[in-house]
């Protein structure tokens, strides 16, 4: 995924370059719009093995694995034809294990995408600078009735997140576009076992204003 992310960023690098020697003399930068909409995403994660305690002491092997769905949302400004700087938003929860254990994550930051147009196609290389939290409530045993309270592990873990992100847009008007991407969260604030990791697939609308 981060090979992928680097080429696609040097070949709009390039292709951005080459743009500016073609326009010289012309106003390049500056705000020249807004852009913002809602998604949901889905995708399969997986974390490395971790051990959890429950109320009576006794360690258990837990591994975060499984389709993991969410929703949330980003706003962008441009600044210029090629790029466009934000912030987005959003919370994903994964559902896994034998007592359908809970992995929810929330994350947001600052983002900054580098576009290519192309009449009405738009792709993008872009990344997310943030953090976030993943909250972990974990069954330790089946309930014996509807009485008995089941032990339970609960505990949340904060996220320093860099996120690249490639994907693409096609407007139906000039106001509003279907986009289409995906990502990988790197969790780089230490190490943290409990953390699923995995791509998520994207899709919503995206609502423009330009200037």
């Given at each position: 995924m981060l090979r992928i992310f680097y080429t696609l960023l040097f070949l709009l690098f390039s292709l951005v370059a080459f743009s500016q020697n073609g326009?010289?003399?012309?106003?390049?930068?500056?705000?020249?719009?807004?852009?913002?909409?809602?998604f949901i995403h889905g995708g399969y994660v997986q974390s490395n093995r971790f051990t959890v305690i429950d109320l009576q002491g006794n360690e258990i092997e837990q591994q975060i694995e499984g389709f993991t769905f969410?929703?949330?949302?980003?706003?962008?400004?441009?600044?210029?034809?090629?790029?466009?700087v934000g912030s987005e938003g959003y919370f994903s929860t994964c559902n896994y294990g034998t007592f359908k254990n809970n992995c929810r994550i929330g994350w947001g930051g600052v983002t900054l995408d580098f576009l290519y147009p192309v009449k009405k196609w738009i792709p993008f290389a872009g990344i997310t600078v943030g953090?976030?939290?993943?909250?972990h409530l974990i069954f330790i045993e089946k309930p014996?009735?509807?009485t008995k309270v089941t032990p339970i592990a609960h505990f949340s873990n904060p996220l320093c997140i860099i996120n690249p992100?490639?994907?693409?847009?096609f407007q139906t008007s000039n106001r509003i576009s279907l986009l289409l991407k995906m990502d990988y969260i790197l969790n780089v604030y230490k190490k943290?076992?409990?953390y699923p990791k995995?791509?998520?697939l994207y899709?919503?609308?995206h609502f423009y204003h330009k200037k």
């Open positions: 326009e010289a003399g012309k106003k390049l930068w500056g705000y020249k719009g807004y852009a913002g909409g809602m969410g929703l949330g949302g980003k706003m962008g400004v441009f600044i210029h034809r090629f790029f466009r953090g976030g939290t993943a909250s014996k009735s509807n992100t490639i994907g693409v847009e943290h076992n409990p995995g791509l998520r899709i919503g609308l």
